[in-house]
């Protein structure tokens, strides 16, 4: 029999569509996502918020030290105190449970923390004894959904479904970015500090909130009457904030702002330095910026990099140098030397007087200390990574030795 060529190409469909009904695989598939849900924030204040006893870190986000206690932020469940006045002990103290929390800063025992759309100030002065003693509604309106007059947030759940797979399915795994804390103490003003992927800081009275669009100030000179001055437009794609002498140094995916906060509750634009698309936390002293880009997740470009910019005149940042690196993610400094969370990678040491030589002068190289974030502190230097928060004494900087860890029940993601 003569075969045609629309013969042959029918041949050809049927056997694929047979072969391809033998590729089909049904099974229970289990994975991690981030659900949407809506709430009413009038349901969300209803709740009463009550210290809990101690629990047990399951996946920490910020860090934050003030005077002799760590308190470590559970993304939108709350907040850990612990003593941290001997570091190679720290001993957990109590838990406040706190709905959508994401970012905090103290200021003179008063604790700022995001309840969804609001801001709850707390008064940790007996740290036995906390209480909640102010909330200001409505000022972090991101989530907030006009159409529904409901909050928009999201569920870390894991989902076992009974699907089809055309070949073998694969692992699927995904985590919403919580960006991880910056902010240091102004002379003579009690203020904690943070790591360097901040989204709260405090400066000169006053509390400074970004979120991806906008930073929020509010007025704290009266630290347990917090008071919401006016939000200021900043562009998308806003990730942190670092104060340091009247300045804000704000870290975006598309650049480094510096806005001029010597009038407080006004700050203005001085200027913006630009670069290529990626995550971008910032730390500066009185000469030089330091910025780290990472690839990643929510990072899109490949680019894993530490810039150094000049910025003695502070409306025209140069570039003085950039220096390849693997994924760095929260960096810290302590006078002429930089600490660098190199994410999956480890942890960096380097000395930094001279700028222009920093890949010659790396100190350490901790392959094992998977870290995202760290606070340079006064007693130690406190780094939390995908297995816990661990501390260590860095009086010497090019022998970090290890004081203690604390171990967590379900290891946060490094993107």
């Not at 570039?319 to 002429?336: I, W």
Request: charged content about 20%.
């Amino acid at each position: 029999m003569k075969l045609t060529l629309s013969r042959f190409l029918f041949l050809i469909l049927i056997g694929g569509l047979f072969s391809s009904c033998e590729d089909e695989i049904k099974t229970n598939f289990t994975f991690r996502t981030m659900l949407p849900v809506y709430l009413e924030m009038s349901d969300v204040r209803g709740r009463v918020i009550q210290v809990e006893p101690p629990q047990p870190l399951e996946s920490p986000g910020k860090i934050y030290i003030y005077e002799d206690y760590l308190l470590v932020n559970e993304p939108t469940k709350g907040i850990h105190i612990l003593d941290n006045s001997d570091p190679a002990n720290p001993i957990n103290l109590n838990f406040i449970p706190i709905e959508g929390n994401m970012d905090l800063a103290v200021n003179n025992n008063i604790l700022y923390a995001d309840n969804y759309a609001d801001l709850l100030a707390f008064d940790i002065s007996k740290i036995r004894q906390i209480q909640l003693i102010r909330r200001v509604e409505d000022v972090f309106l991101k989530q907030y959904q006009h159409a529904t007059g409901k909050i928009l947030t999201f569920k870390d759940t894991v989902i076992t479904a009974d699907q089809a797979y055309w070949g073998r399915p694969d692992v699927i795994f995904f985590r919403a970015d919580a960006s991880f804390t910056s902010n240091l103490s102004s002379a003579g003003k009690s203020y904690g500090t943070g790591g360097s992927m901040a989204r709260f800081t405090l400066m000169d009275d006053h509390l400074y909130a970004v979120d991806e669009s906008t930073l929020r100030v509010f007025d704290v000179s009266k630290a347990d009457e917090p008071k919401f001055v006016k939000p200021v437009d900043l562009g998308w794609g806003i990730e942190t904030i670092f104060p340091f002498q009247q300045k804000l140094f704000i870290g975006s995916n598309r650049g480094m702002h510096i806005y001029d906060a010597s009038t407080p509750h006004s700050p203005t634009r001085m200027a913006v330095y630009e670069h290529i698309l990626a995550c971008d936390p910032v730390v500066v002293n009185e000469q030089h910026a330091f910025v780290t880009l990472r690839s990643g997740n929510f990072c899109v470009n490949n680019i894993n990099e530490l810039h150094v910019l000049d910025i003695q005149n502070p409306y025209e940042p140069k570039l003085k140098k950039s220096y390849p690196m693997l994924n760095p993610h929260g960096l810290g400094l302590a006078g002429d030397y930089l600490f660098v969370a190199e994410g999956n990678h480890g942890l960096k040491s380097f000395e930094v007087s001279d700028v222009l030589t920093i890949d010659e002068h790396q100190l350490q190289f901790l392959k094992e200390m998977k870290s995202v974030d760290l606070i340079p502190g006064p007693k130690s230097l406190i780094v939390i990574g995908p297995d816990g928060v661990c501390q260590f004494d860095y009086s010497t900087p090019s022998q970090l030795k290890k004081l203690s860890c604390i171990q967590v029940s379900n290891p946060i993601v490094i993107n």
